[in-house]
DNA sequence: ACTTTAGGTGTAATTCATACACTTATTATA
DNA sequence: TATAATAAGTGTATGAATTACACCTAAAGT
């Protein structure tokens, strides 16, 4: 069923850069060694071009839904992943991007609560993969780029706002967040400061609660108040790290 | 010359919103009406859709442009303007957003000397005119929604950049530059914490020259040096105001 | 000469950001 | 069961940055 038009037009593709952030295990990692890492999923290319490459879950804008619409169900359909953040990023259009057509691509990042979703995806039995965002593969296109892009991205909104909770279990500790911050933000933060501004917020709920099974002093477990969040936005408050 | 694809593609176009600051004649502005005023260039569209009412300056993407040089030509082809500060803004991508078909626009967002182009817009006797931001015609499509979304973008990056300087006259005086920060954000700054703040940037030469022609004591004129702009950013110095 | 207009300048008070160290609770282990 | 190990939890003093604020100066107009 072949569609023809006046004039030539460029393929139109979304792309998604998917964050997640991952609890790495107390006996397999060296002692200097982050005890979160920042991940991102990239899917195995089974066409060409660059086939057997890894690149950023996504592909073409259908005629009848919106961009976002066309992310989210690239997410779906690629990854199993759904009812996450996701936010458009940047659009790129460089002419030779695609070496064989021309392609613009939306791109988004999306943020993925892996305490949800780890189990999920490894049931999807798919070419999709977490890779740490510091020992990527060589990506197809321009995909390098665009995950550059989003990384920056993602360091500046969460300087401006409390984005971190979506990748963290509903329920966690301030060290959690703290070590979200620091490992997003590549820098350290002193723990009463970090707390301090963080409660100031008045966004955090704390539980009657505590951590199970650490060999320590268990910490109290804190929620993210969206609602609250969402009224003191409202009003203008300033939710900078 | 037709073209011929197995899947039904969105057209693809730019949209470009443009900033411009023009100082209003002291004699025909009323008493409490601001000095400066921020507008933007709309076009008059003669083809349907919206026959007859006013759009941004935009068209459709070739196939062997990137979507920044679309961008450009389209400003250049519909209202003369060349070499500006130019930056993306966001892709909209509602699936009725042109009652007719599906489009999908990347917009981009410029700034304009307008003490450089007033003159050259007159002379390119086009539909193109500057209207005053908050008093715009209504709008052909979802331009509207782009121009609220550049608006927001352009509060957001002049807090944060000196990019102010793209809307004035090469020589400024400090007055001026607070006016526009004023005008742009829409919010009233103390005269000398303005001065301390944007001096201590270091990003401005004072000139040995002064306003001419004015019924009190001139003002130094100053420029931006871009050059130490550069250099300051590179060390990720901080230009917030 | 006097009036009008905008230019130009400094300091004190307050707020905000930073640096910093010890006690507590819990489990593991000797 | 005492002790070691681990991370949780907490407050203050100092310095930096931001804010508020008012008068004199220079130039042209009357």
Not at 22 to 39: F, V
Not at 91 to 119: C, H, I, M, Q
Not at 162 to 182: A, M
Request: aromatic content about 12%; some cysteine; proline content about 6%.
């Amino acid at each position: 069923m072949p569609y023809t038009y006046e004039f030539a037009r460029p393929n139109l593709t979304v792309d998604c850069v998917v964050f997640g952030l991952e609890e790495e295990n107390y006996r397999k990692r060296s002692p200097d060694e982050p005890p979160l890492q920042l991940k991102i999923l990239l899917i195995e290319r089974n066409l060409p071009p660059f086939k057997g490459e890894w690149a950023l879950p996504g592909g073409f804008v259908r005629v009848e839904e919106s961009l976002d619409q066309a992310a989210r169900r690239e997410l779906r359909e690629e990854t199993g992943i759904e009812e996450v953040f996701l936010e458009q990023l940047y659009s790129f259009g460089e002419v030779n991007r695609d070496p064989r057509e021309r392609v613009v691509t939306v791109a988004y990042y999306a943020l993925v609560n892996l305490w949800k979703y780890r189990l999920q995806a490894a049931t999807d039995a798919s070419d999709a993969r977490w890779f740490p965002i510091s020992q990527l593969p060589p990506l197809a296109f321009d995909h390098d780029q665009i995950v550059t892009v989003a990384r920056q991205r993602l360091q500046g909104k969460l300087r401006y706002e409390p984005i971190g909770f979506e990748l963290l279990p509903e329920k966690f500790t301030l060290t959690q967040l703290q070590r979200l911050y620091e490992t997003v933000l590549a820098a350290e933060l002193d723990k009463r400061n970090f707390r301090k501004k963080i409660l100031n917020m008045d966004i955090l709920v704390a539980l009657d609660e505590v951590q199970q099974d650490v060999a320590h002093r268990a910490a109290r477990l804190y929620r993210f108040d969206e609602e609250k969040y969402r009224q003191l936005k409202e009003k203008g408050f300033n939710f900078q790290i």
